[in-house]
């Protein structure tokens, strides 16, 4: 399920983000995409990590926009 926040505090929103996710992570719940733009991403991952601990790479990742994109070509078996 697709999940929106939206609002003009940008950092109120990202703390929320993952606040959400590392409840979900304690919780062995799994399959959490973030999306973010690819100059956030590395920032991103660092933070979730922060939040989630050891194990958040189980449960959740962060993609941006091109890797999703590269993900969903190579699963449709396309090269493109």
Do not use: Q
């Amino acid at each position: 399920m697709l999940h929106l926040l939206l609002g003009t505090d940008w950092t109120a929103n990202r703390d929320e983000v993952m606040k959400r996710i590392a409840a979900d992570i304690a919780g062995r719940k799994g399959n959490r995409i973030l999306m973010v733009p690819e100059l956030i991403s590395h920032e991103t991952e660092r933070r979730l990590c922060a939040a989630g601990g050891d194990t958040a790479s189980r449960y959740a990742e962060v993609l941006s926009f091109t890797r999703l994109a590269r993900r969903v070509a190579d699963s449709m078996g396309s090269a493109a």
